[in-house]
């Protein structure tokens, strides 16, 4: 497909390739600093005069302009039929792999909070590691031909992802599963990957994504290929599971005997950071970037891991758009309890 470079190309696309690749080291200075047009065309996304489609899904704001079904669908579901909530994630693929990875991490996945010394540590029932190279893996590889999107379902004991898929000639599933050399079906995308660090060696997706789950002691993943399908499923750990059911079971005894009222429970789990972000938050409604601000902080994983999602789950703060965790209108307030907790010690 032959896609126009003038109407398509997003700038702030471009510039977050342009640093992904400064950082990796994996194209030089001189090439970062041409034209858009002239770095495009060193990615080998040039066919002739024209940019190739895979230009449009890279670069693109709105890739699906171009090529219909180029986003990613993500589901909680009860049962098989029943789902509980979803959502899109749309974008250039670089933005759609952060975004989904984001999501499934923040919304869909419940981690096990425990505390090695001091150091509070979240388990995730899929390990990360394991998850982005599923998702980048996913997004590279599929057949954009097929005009149905990347298919994320998330269920209480397991996560299933499915992705359009066509196979190289010969190939079949062992071939997948051992070591092979690589000839993705994408080989523009690949490379645009590749060359922002994002996936390494090709043709080592597959066996990364094993190597993660094995070294972090999960449950073996399944790969199931079907002509244009390919199915890759995380069975959740089962001490995972009844870590989580039982806190579950804990929580809900708590919610009946207790209306918002500080109890001891909650004190335990306003740790400093906590504490620093509800002062900070007071009376007002403050998005991540004024919070960091105000705290004079920088990192924002870390942000995240020690100050907001501990908030969150302790229920003394609040998202202003629950449904949409990393909305860009997305705002933080104190809740209820939280207000009650900031000024429990004060006259």
């Not at 909530?85 to 923040?106: P, S």
């Not at 050399?181 to 590749?194: G, I, V, W």
């Not at 989580?244 to 005894?253: C, D, I, S, V, Y």
């Not at 906590?274 to 403050?286: A, C, H, I, P, S």
Request: proline share 5%; aromatic share 10%.
């Amino acid at each position: 497909g032959e896609f126009d470079l003038a109407i398509g190309v997003s700038h702030p696309a471009m510039a977050r390739f342009r640093q992904l690749a400064q950082r990796s080291g994996r194209l030089d200075a001189e090439t970062l600093a041409e034209s858009d047009a002239n770095l495009l065309d060193k990615l080998r996304l040039k066919d002739g005069a024209y940019f190739k489609r895979a230009t449009a899904l890279l670069f693109a704001a709105d890739p699906q302009r171009f090529v219909t079904g180029a986003f990613v669908k993500v589901g909680y579901f009860q049962t098989e039929t029943e789902l509980l909530y979803h959502d899109e994630v749309e974008g250039d693929l670089f933005h759609q792999a952060q975004t989904t990875l984001d999501l499934l991490l923040t919304k869909y996945l419940k981690a096990v909070i425990s505390y090695e010394g001091i150091v509070r540590v979240e388990t995730f029932p899929v390990p990360r590691a394991a998850l982005r190279e599923a998702v980048l893996n996913a997004l590279v590889h599929r057949d954009y031909a097929v005009t149905a999107p990347v298919q994320i379902r998330v269920y209480e004991d397991r996560l299933r992802l499915w992705n359009p898929a066509v196979l190289p000639e010969g190939w079949t599933m062992d071939t997948l599963l051992g070591a092979h050399s690589s000839s993705p079906y994408n080989p523009a995308l690949a490379n645009a990957f590749f060359r922002a660090g994002e996936i390494e060696a090709w043709g080592r997706g597959v066996e990364r994504i094993f190597a993660a789950c094995e070294a972090a002691g999960s449950p073996k993943p399944v790969l199931r290929y079907e002509p244009n399908d390919m199915w890759l499923e995380f069975a959740f750990d089962p001490a995972y599971l009844k870590v989580l059911r039982a806190g579950q079971k804990q929580a809900e005894q708590v919610e009946v005997l207790v209306a918002p009222e500080v109890t001891e429970q909650v004190t335990e789990q306003v740790t400093e950071q906590v504490e620093r972000l509800m002062n900070v938050l007071g009376d007002q409604t403050l998005s991540l970037q004024a919070l960091m601000q105000a705290l004079g902080l920088v990192h924002r994983p870390n942000f995240m891991a020690l100050y907001v999602r501990p908030a969150l789950g302790a229920g003394l703060v609040q998202m202003t758009v629950p449904e949409k965790p990393n909305s860009r209108l997305q705002k933080y307030q104190l809740t209820a309890l939280g207000r009650q907790w900031l000024n429990k010690d004060r006259p």
